[in-house]
């Protein structure tokens, strides 16, 4: 397909609706995954309330969800929306969206060096059909029955019978077709992000000149177009099940309604492989890309060389390979011959390998580096952080022996949000911080940047560390209210705390937002490379203009951690810098 | 590739790298996403073979399917993956007749599996089965039978409008030799999961 840059010169509706720019997608991805993320927060703060403090009577919530909060208590249907929901929302449209649709598209082709996506046009395809995915999902809650409620996982019989629970009527339904869009639209994005970064780097950006961001984008989408598709064909069956009296997940006898369901012969086993040979590889599209993040920024604020760069490169691909084999260390509870979990658990074991090494080197970067501590730069130790405690969490759930006890319990629930809640999306926030002079050509805040920081680390850390002890305590996951046990009586005080601290939580990315919209309208104008940076986006403008480069493409020397090279200049040496300037030593 | 569709004063200087696979990238896009597609149907064949494992009892094939009708439903498609070969092979010699002539036969070939598995169907539906129902058996064969050759065929029908786009393409003159190739990669695909399909459903 031959795309002509021609928006350059087009109306409003080319140049910032439906643009064919990779980096207007960019930021179009980024400020939906926003979006999102404050509906997908909202969501998380009625759970909190309703944790907190059970059965009771918020009246003017009443008048907001007349259905779900009718007279101002919590129905238990509404609650299990609100988890199936906020899991959704959040992995998918808020994570996903925000590092492989927002940094992805806005960094691939300015960091290859070229002028933009290999196919412009599937770009801005995948990016409007999202838009309709969105609307679908957040539709959801509108229907009779309210959003889809068997939990993100949308396990069968739960998501299959659609006389099972009131959000299995047709919220399941519409959440399947939004599904479906978001996984059309990843689809187009992800070949356009393999294919870019294959084959449209620029002169002498050789595979291993290429930023780590790069590497793991590149991993990322990999993942997603190899995982998503047999999620599509499970979701075709389940669409069967539901509308066309299939039985592909449904066995014989099952019980709903005062009535035996006339299905026989199916599984909803087949659902739980399906869905986790795409479900584990999808938590590795998250994490990889923020990973690169962390590993793009630890040099930058170091000023000094990312550590172990093939060993990383190399890990990269050990844990690409190793996360699709792995899916049934989520199934050990179902019932799976100890032979097979055995391997499963193997498998998962070896996974820590690469990624302690990838770990590794983050801390190794900042060994002997001098450190500068700004705002993306906090936020990049931050991820560091819960990528290591968030680990040591896997190795007990990756285990069989210990899984079967921690399994479906809180301790699930704080190992996840301190992995892909906690490293993506302190990543996100680094990855926003860092390339919005880039992006907007203006510097956020560092001020508002700070207190952002030390009011979201601290707390966010908090709530899912508590969760963790919680779980062990025996509480489990998904329960609509824990006043009625009386062994978990004891942890309704904690309970109390965590849902205070995630009012704080919540209340602090309010100053996100206000430094946001702030910069964007009166930061300080940003240089093309304010932080001194090497790799090759900030060689070209701040905001690049359409077509990124001038009439020249730019042309690589070296690799992009030239950091305090000994007699260079400047202590960052740019990846353009010819063998004549500084010596080139990678 | 791309950079060299780029017009204007902003002719790069170089086309950028095709390595590590020295193939352009429209070409590594159709295979990527066929390996996408390979996976979709992996996923609903491992699913029938699943289900079939568990199942207590399978109908009988010889009771269900006409196989000699099956085979030639076979022997067409594949035919058409040797015709689309040629066309092929014509638009890289740059022969635009031969093109138009085999791309049209291998339209032929889709077409007559698409009316081919149409009758089949409909035999089976007049014998009473259906997505939920199976007169010879369990009801899940009918389910596994039904939706999988419905996805192939839907992409036997897709399969047959790209390569109607492509030879409409040619027939004014815009049509490239790459454009043939890409549609040839992606009609070979479909034709091999239906090597799979008549194995798994109708051989064993």
Request: glycine share 12%; net charge neutral; charged share 10%.
């Amino acid at each position: 397909m031959a795309e002509k840059l021609e928006t350059a010169h087009a109306g409003f509706l080319r140049r910032y609706v439906f643009s064919t720019d990779h980096k207007v997608i960019g930021i179009q991805y980024l400020l939906v995954s926003m979006g999102m993320a404050v509906v997908g927060g909202l969501l998380a703060v009625l759970i909190r309330l309703q944790l907190a403090w059970p059965g009771e009577k918020w009246p003017w919530l009443g008048k907001l969800f007349p259905d779900g909060m009718a007279g101002g208590v919590m129905k238990p249907e509404f609650y299990l929306s609100l988890v199936t929901m906020h899991g959704t929302l959040m992995i998918f449209f808020v994570v996903s969206l925000a590092l492989l649709g927002g940094f992805g598209n806005f960094l691939i082709p300015l960091q290859v060096g070229a002028r933009d996506m290999a196919f412009p046009f599937l770009n801005m395809l995948s990016f409007w059909t999202l838009v309709p995915g969105c609307l679908i999902m957040l539709g959801s809650f509108l229907v009779e029955g309210g959003a889809a409620a068997a939990g993100w996982t949308a396990y069968p019989p739960l998501s299959a019978v659609r006389s099972a629970i009131p959000g299995s009527q047709w919220g399941q339904t519409l959440w399947i077709v939004a599904m479906a869009l978001f996984i059309v639209s990843f689809t187009m994005g992800g070949l356009n992000y393999v294919t870019t970064i294959l084959d449209l780097r620029t002169r002498g950006m050789s595979l291993m000149r290429m930023p780590v961001t790069l590497w793991t984008l590149f991993f990322a989408s990999a993942l997603g177009l190899v995982a998503f598709p047999p999620l599509t064909a499970a979701a075709v069956m389940l669409l069967l099940d539901r509308h066309f009296g299939t039985s592909f997940f449904l066995p014989s006898g099952l019980f709903f309604g005062n009535q035996v369901l006339p299905n026989e012969g199916g599984t909803p086993l087949l659902w739980q492989h399906l869905f986790w040979f795409l479900g584990h590889p999808e938590v590795y599209v998250l994490i990889l890309p923020a990973l690169g993040i962390v590993l793009e920024i630890l040099p930058v604020f170091a000023r000094k060389p990312v550590f172990g760069y093939r060993l990383t490169v190399y890990s990269l691909v050990a844990i690409a390979f190793l996360s699709m084999i792995v899916w049934g260390h989520h199934m050990y509870v179902s019932g799976m011959s100890p032979y097979l979990g055995e391997f499963f658990a193997i498998g998962t074991m070896a996974i820590t390998i690469p990624s302690a090494v990838i770990g590794t080197n983050m801390i190794a970067t900042l060994w002997g580096g001098s450190l500068r501590f700004t705002t993306p730069m906090l936020f990049a130790l931050a991820a560091l952080v819960f990528f290591g405690t968030g680990g040591f969490g896997g190795i007990f759930l990756g285990n069989a022996a210990s899984d079967i006890y921690l399994h479906d319990s809180y301790f699930v629930v704080g190992h996840f949000h301190f992995m892909i809640g906690g490293v993506t999306l302190m990543a996100a926030f680094a990855g926003c911080y860092y390339w919005f002079p880039k992006m907007f050509g203006r510097m956020m805040s560092e001020r508002l940047g700070k207190l952002h920081f030390w009011l979201t680390f601290p707390t966010f850390y908090a709530i899912f560390l508590l969760m963790h002890y919680m779980g062990l305590a025996g509480m489990p996951r998904r329960y609509y209210a824990f006043d009625r046990f009386e062994f978990l009586e004891a942890l309704q005080a904690p309970q109390v705390w965590i849902t205070l601290i995630a009012f704080v939580l919540s209340a602090a990315q309010l100053l996100f937002l206000i430094n946001f919209l702030g910069s964007l309208l009166r930061g300080a104008v940003a240089g093309p490379n304010p932080w001194g940076a090497t790799t090759l986006e900030w060689a070209a403008p701040s905001p690049p203009p359409h077509g990124n480069w001038g009439d020249q493409l730019p042309e690589v020397h070296r690799w992009p951690y030239d950091y305090s090279v000994p007699g260079a200049p400047t202590d960052f040496t740019p990846q353009t810098a010819g063998p004549a300037e500084v010596p080139i030593t990678f | 590739m791309s950079q060299a569709h780029i017009v204007g004063p902003m002719a790069p200087a170089w086309g950028g790298g095709v390595s590590p696979f020295r193939i352009g990238w429209n070409k590594l896009m159709m295979w990527i996403f066929i390996i996408g597609d390979a996976l979709l149907f992996a996923g609903f064949l491992a699913g029938y073979g699943f289900l079939r494992l568990a199942s207590g009892s399978w109908p009988d094939r010889s009771q269900v399917f006409e196989l000699s009708f099956i085979a030639l439903m076979t022997f067409t498609l594949i035919t058409s993956s040797a015709t689309m070969a040629t066309a092929v092979g014509a638009s890289q010699r740059g022969e635009r007749k031969l093109v138009l002539v085999f791309l049209g036969l291998t339209i032929l070939g889709g077409l007559a599996f698409l009316a081919m598995q149409a009758y089949e169907w409909s035999g089976l539906i007049r014998a009473g089965a259906s997505l939920a129902s199976n007169p010879w058996g369990v009801p899940l064969f009918g389910a596994t039978f039904f939706m999988i050759t419905g996805f192939h065929g839907t992409h036997v029908l897709v399969g047959v409008l790209i390569l109607a786009i492509t030879a409409a393409r040619f027939q004014t003159g815009r049509g490239r030799p790459e454009g043939v190739e890409l549609a040839g990669l992606y009609w070979h695909f479909v034709d091999l999961v239906w090597v799979f399909i008549f194995t798994l459903f109708y051989l064993v």
